[in-house]
């Protein structure tokens, strides 16, 4: 592959446009380019928390695998008609979700995150995943041609992100953090 970036900054954006993949230019405000900034910065708290996770190679494998999915799903909001993922992708978290989950103990109450700093930024990640699917969700409501296979992944991709959260804290030895109320009923 040859060099991609040969300038960072070109000018062509200050006026309150960005570029498609596809020689195609919209407002850095549409509902395309929202939808990519928040998997954008999903993938920055992806790396977040995968940096705490260097002692743990199989999640740091998915981890890592993940940030590269959710970059080829960026790819495909900014080139509309090209499609880099495929539905074994959304089965791949299935069958990982259930895997992890597998090794738990079933919840009785609400968790809150916490219980280390790996389950601290391994929740984020997954906040930061769901106004995604938000936002995505809302671009397909006004595409002719919506982006299902985003709306469908971001919603698997932040149950695995729960259920990692929990699968970690529980190799690190950590306890969850339960939800209390102050008030009794």
């Known amino acids: 592959m040859g060099n991609r970036l040969t300038k960072i900054y070109t000018r062509t954006g200050d006026a309150g446009t960005t570029g498609l993949g596809i020689n195609e ?19 920055s708290a992806m790396a ?8 743990q190679p199989d999640v740091l494998a998915d981890l890592r695998q993940i940030q590269h999915d959710l970059f080829d799903l960026g790819g495909e ?17 299935e069958e990982k979700i259930d895997d992890r989950n597998a090794e738990l103990p079933p919840l009785k109450n609400f968790i809150l995150p916490g219980g280390s700093d790996a ?12 106004r995604a699917e938000r936002t995505v969700i809302t671009f397909n409501q006004s595409e ?3 982006h299902l ?10 149950d695995f992100l729960f259920v990692l959260s929990r699968f970690v804290l529980k190799l690190q030895g950590g306890d969850e953090v339960l939800w209390q109320t102050r008030h009794k009923p």
Do not use: F, W
């Open 25 to 43: 230019r919209i407002a850095k405000d549409s509902l395309r380019i929202h939808a990519i900034g928040d998997i954008d910065e999903l993938n």
């Open 48 to 55: 977040l928390a995968a940096e705490t996770l260097t002692e």
């Open 149 to 158: 296979l985003a709306q469908t992944y971001l919603n698997r991709l932040s």
């Open 144 to 146: 002719d041609h919506p």
């Open 119 to 130: 389950n601290a930024r391994l929740h984020l990640a997954r906040a930061i995943c769901r």
């Open 77 to 93: 909001l900014a080139m509309p008609g090209h499609s880099l993922l495929d539905e074994a992708i959304v089965a791949e978290l």
